[in-house]
């Protein structure tokens, strides 16, 4: 597996890498039921993202992970105040979901410890089934644990928690979507 680090001119590849994984995702495939505004969503983040060296795409866009460094944030203030008015662009009255949902996942971060936030990892679906997003995530965090930082996530998915648990990620809490429809896991790595 080749890995390197984005640039800005990958933007478009990697949202349309996050698209294709988080299409049918039970959070953010509810949250975008249109592609394409879930893409123009996921370019937003990402372009976000790339002001540090820590999103990696592994094999031509096969798969993708957005990290945010310790001390990092994911947007910035000027960032967050776009997003009201970027949501209701694409999803109109659905936005104030969605904005709901976006302060639940900064609801639950868990704040004072610095640690390794790992925003979003995906493999695009015609790569799915290989073992790739496991493996970029190893190599992540075999790059973390050699600066003995601990690592944190969500998973939108259920059927990944697994995965994450044998990568050393213990469940610490959860948060439904604003439905009720499906439940977040959030996770913790300790430091190695």
């Known amino acids: 597996m080749e890995v390197r680090i984005a640039t800005e001119s990958d933007t478009d590849g990697v949202a349309e890498t996050l698209a294709s994984a988080f299409e049918s995702d039970p959070l953010w495939g509810w949250a975008f039921p249109e592609r394409s505004d879930l893409v123009a969503w996921w370019k937003f983040f990402a372009g976000s993202a790339l002001r540090y060296p820590w999103t990696f795409i592994a094999d031509d866009f096969a798969s993708v992970a957005v990290w945010i460094p310790p001390g990092g944030i994911e947007l910035t203030a000027e960032e967050e105040a776009e997003m009201e008015p970027l949501l ?12 709901e949902l976006v302060e639940a996942f900064e609801g639950n971060h868990p704040a004072g ?6 925003s979003l990892l995906g493999t695009h679906t015609s790569q799915s089934g290989k073992g790739l997003g496991m493996a970029l995530l190893a190599e992540n965090l075999a790059t973390i644990d050699s600066e003995r930082a601990p690592a944190y996530l ?6 990944n928690n697994a995965r994450y648990e044998r990568q050393g990620f213990n469940l610490i809490g959860s948060f439904d979507r604003p439905d009720g429809g499906a439940q977040v896991s959030t996770m913790w790595r300790d430091a190695r």
């Not at 209701?88 to 904005?99: E, F």
């Open 88 to 99: 209701t662009g694409l999803i109109g009255p659905r936005a104030k979901n969605v904005v």
């Open 113 to 118: 410890r610095l640690h390794y936030y790992l």
């Open 154 to 159: 969500e998973s939108s998915n259920p059927a």
